[in-house]
């Protein structure tokens, strides 16, 4: 079983920051992507940035690189995701999802359905 809890979310003035935070639990062990997407309504999810457990450098979205910031505390089993400069096209459900036993996230990181594991989101507004 696993299990994934988002939280932080809220509303935010243009401009502002707003920190999210992702806790796992359940069987974590080994290698693994950890991701954060987001979805407005009627539209498709979207991958925002992800990192790996050991092994790679956080990735980003050319829509947020720059402004955002990812990070795993691996020990305490939690992805954060720093955000800067906020946009009202930021606007979404906010979700963290786990993909285990992967040596790598690769190129394909911002595909939703490699994604085993997905909390059940924090919603963020931006006006």
């Known amino acids: 079983h696993v299990q994934l809890v988002e939280s932080g979310g809220g509303s935010v003035q243009v401009g502002g920051s707003l920190t999210l935070s992702c806790v796992a639990s359940?069987?974590?062990?080994?290698?693994?992507?950890m991701a954060w997407f987001r979805q407005a309504p009627g539209k498709e999810r979207e991958g925002v940035a992800v990192i790996h457990s050991r092994r790679e450098d956080p990735i980003y979205s050319d829509s947020v690189k720059g402004r955002f910031a990812i990070s795993l505390d691996n020990a305490e089993k939690t992805v954060y995701l720093q955000m800067n400069s906020l946009k009202p096209e930021d606007t979404a459900m906010y979700f963290c999802?786990?993909?285990?036993?992967?040596?790598?996230?690769?190129?394909?990181?911002?595909?939703?359905?490699?994604?085993?594991?997905w909390g059940q989101g924090t919603q963020v507004t931006v006006s």
């Open positions: 359940g069987d974590t062990i080994g290698r693994y992507c």
């Open positions: 999802a786990a993909d285990f036993g992967r040596s790598r996230c690769g190129d394909l990181w911002w595909q939703a359905a490699r994604y085993g594991f």
